[in-house]
């Protein structure tokens, strides 16, 4: 799994491992302080031992690109912080298929709503459902079932009858 942080962050850890191993720490001391495998810091410093210090330099993520970049995903959170009714739908509530079609609409990427979910979560989105309560709720009616209809029709438990055998 790769680590947390930018490329530029981990190739920096990567030359301050080295360093350190340079000023005649141990690996594991290594490790520890760069907070890194010792299997890590050994790699690094035969990689260095062969190909010089270009081996620790930043190498791109590997795998497709993503199809929006950083602002377009700006754009897309703002969007959907203005909520679902101001991009016509009748209620709040976004769903992953709806997150699509405003990708579609508006950045002309196609998204898999699996690919959504991804999307939204690497941007900090959870799954929430909007409360839903009726115009008419009177609350001082919610409290008073609460505190005196709720009991009186809820079952009690009754101790175990005494049976002898």
Do not use: I
């Amino acid at each position: 799994m790769r680590p947390e942080g930018s490329a530029a962050e981990l190739e920096r850890r990567r030359r301050r491992a080295v360093e350190l191993l340079r000023q005649g720490k141990g690996v594991r001391e290594v490790a520890r302080m760069v907070g890194a495998s010792p299997g890590s810091v050994t790699v690094w410093r035969q990689a260095v031992d062969r190909e010089g210090s270009g081996a620790l330099a930043a190498k791109p993520h590997p795998g497709r690109p993503p199809d929006l970049d950083a602002a377009q995903v700006e754009r897309l959170l703002a969007m959907l912080r203005q909520g679902a009714t101001a991009h016509g739908y009748v209620n709040r509530q976004w769903t992953l298929k709806r997150v699509a079609k405003l990708v579609r609409d508006r950045f002309g990427v196609a998204y898999d709503p699996s690919g959504v979910w991804h999307l939204l979560r690497r941007s900090g989105w959870s799954c929430q459902m909007p409360e839903h309560r009726a115009r008419e709720r009177d609350p001082a009616a919610v409290e008073h079932f609460r505190r005196v209809t709720w009991p009186r029709l809820k079952k009690s438990r009754r101790p175990p009858a005494n049976r002898s055998f």
